[in-house]
């Protein structure tokens, strides 16, 4: 019983407090200030022009049937089609499964049969790859209705059987669409994707205050308003590249986007330069690179008043580097697909509290709660905190995540319970409860900002006939965070280096990123008594071999 009428306020904000109608306020108030910037192509769109071109595809969706919960799958580099997708398809209740362009035929044959989608959207440069998806589709009982080739920037062949974005959008309406339904901020808007232990992505599924909330985080921390251009230089299919200062909180806060299909530092650095971007995001290795080229051919970088960093703790060192070399301003973010950034370091954190992922957000909770086997610690188990005494990290982020995977409720209930997302992250914390990560529960690979489970490539490699076994690890890499070791032992003594890049370069389930950079022979893997891979051990003897000149590249 309330002590009020609540019944608008209910009914207010749960349907109109939407991040789409955050979008179309914007477009009111700035319909000639510019939302998006493609330096490559020249082109630019006011607020205006961004909604007219969403609400193109948004009509040509609804007149290919697509309505209300249907999913439209894209699979797109950053590009103009990119920010219409992320708009458009949520004008007719659809859900936009956004996915990593990188992945393999088969990895996408599977993505498809699992979310269903109605229409796939994909750039160019993977027409070959999505036509062999769509034939392996063919042979698994579900076929998109439309695949729909975008930003042929490259003027690629179209696949006979696909058809051009601009063809598919330029009978349409520029006005927004009718629709027969009221939006609820519970309503799915947004599915991501993140890596498992098998060749199938887990389906993140965002509802509508997922979305804005993610935004008004950004709003808060950087602090971002409509007066920022942004540019990202890591994909927006990630969570880090669509809400850190990507399509969601940009277009919601009235400011404007600058487009990288391919990270190029120089590109970056000249493009701050002239569209006085304010705000760049990108991993620890985008910016030693772009500190690389800064110092070789110096920019003025005056109008810059944030580098934001995730994935990967910065050390001290660099830290101090970058804020001498690029800016003062260095923020490091820490989080998950499912959750976004969970805690965040400002530059008053740093460069002191550089090597750790700092104190919690504002409206989220990062602990560090015991480990025990076969089983959850209790949210409240928490180890000591003494920067000593070492446990898993669980985060508590109620406005940003839906503690849920589409169509998996094992995952779910792994990673899941009691308000809390269970990250398989170890690390220790001290009494002012900043935490430091120091490794996985699990055995996750993380390179060039992917998360990659080796029990998927071992089962790739393991298809090769002259191979028994093997057991994949990583080893440091300065490009990439980590590259990919797999050591394998062979059925035929006759197996050779050069055939196991071969295989796993042509491999339909290896996407390019997953794809070993080296190679070892041996006689036998490291097994527990029960036969399960020691990875644990493997990883150490990965680091030596490397120094020893053991490990083999093609």
């Not at 000593?388 to 998996?408: F, H, L, V």
């Not at 269970?422 to 900043?434: A, F, H, K, P, S």
Request: glycine residues 6%; charged residues 25%.
């Amino acid at each position: 019983m309330r002590t009020y009428d609540d019944t608008m306020f209910i009914d207010t904000f749960e349907h109109e407090y939407t991040w789409l109608n955050g979008f179309m306020r914007n477009v009111a108030r700035f319909p000639r200030r510019n939302a998006l910037i493609d330096p490559e192509t020249g082109r630019a769109w006011s607020y205006k022009a961004l909604n007219e071109e969403a609400n193109r595809l948004a009509n040509a969706l609804k007149s290919a049937g697509v309505g209300k919960n249907d999913v439209v799958m894209n699979a797109l580099r950053n590009c103009p089609e990119f920010a219409f997708s992320y708009i458009g398809p949520r004008k007719v209740g659809a859900i936009l499964l956004s996915a990593n362009f990188n992945l393999a035929a088969g990895e996408f044959a599977l993505l498809i049969q699992h979310n269903k989608p109605k229409v796939v959207i994909y750039s160019a440069n993977i027409a070959s790859v999505m036509q062999e998806a769509e034939k392996l589709c063919q042979t698994k009982g579900f076929v998109p209705q439309k695949f729909i080739l975008a930003d042929n920037i490259e003027k690629a062949v179209l696949p006979s059987s696909h058809i051009s974005y601009e063809e598919f959008t330029e009978s349409s309406s520029p006005e927004n669409p009718e629709i027969s339904f009221r939006p609820h901020i519970y309503d799915e808007v947004l599915r991501l994707c993140t890596s498992g232990t098998t060749a199938l992505p887990k389906s993140v599924p965002l509802n509508d205050i997922n979305e804005v909330l993610s935004a008004h985080d950004v709003i808060m921390h950087y602090p971002m308003n409509q007066n920022d251009v942004t540019l990202n230089m890591t994909p927006w299919f990630h969570r880090g590249g669509c809400h850190s200062g990507g399509v969601c909180p940009t277009f919601y806060a009235g400011a404007c986007a600058v487009i990288m299909r391919k990270f190029q530092p120089t590109n970056a650095l000249d493009w701050v330069e002239k569209h006085k971007i304010t705000y760049m995001m990108g991993s620890p290795s985008n910016l030693a690179m772009l500190a690389r080229s800064q110092v070789k051919s110096p920019k003025n970088l005056s109008s810059l008043k944030g580098l934001v960093t995730m994935g990967a703790p910065l050390s001290k060192a660099d830290c101090i580097h970058y804020m001498q070399v690029l800016t003062p301003n260095i923020f490091n973010g820490y989080g998950t697909t499912e959750t976004f950034w969970n805690s965040f370091l400002r530059p008053y954190n740093l460069p002191d509290g550089a090597g750790s992922v700092g104190g919690s957000c504002t409206d989220d909770e990062v602990r560090v709660v015991k480990i025990y086997e076969g089983k959850k610690a209790e949210p409240e188990e928490r180890v000591a905190t003494d920067s000593e005494s070492e446990g898993e990290i669980i985060i508590r982020s109620p406005e940003k995540t839906t503690y849920a995977y589409i169509n998996d409720p094992k995952m779910t209930a792994e990673k899941f319970y009691k308000g809390w997302m269970y990250t398989g992250d170890t690390g220790v914390w001290n009494e002012d409860l900043i935490v430091t990560v120091r490794g996985r529960k699990d055995d996750m690979i993380i390179t060039s900002a992917e998360n990659i489970y080796p029990t998927q490539i071992e089962e790739a490699i393991n298809e090769h006939p002259k191979v028994k076994d093997s057991i994949v690890t990583s080893v440091p890499d300065k490009v990439r965070g980590q590259a990919v070791v797999a050591y394998i032992v062979p059925e035929d003594k006759s197996l050779t280096i050069r055939e196991l890049f071969d295989f796993c370069t042509n491999h339909k389930m290896l996407s390019t990123y997953k794809r070993p950079r080296y190679f070892a022979l041996i006689d036998e893997l490291p097994q527990t008594a029960t036969g399960k891979k020691k990875h644990f051990e493997i990883k150490k003897r990965a680091l030596e071999d490397l120094e020893k000149g053991i490990l083999k590249k093609d």
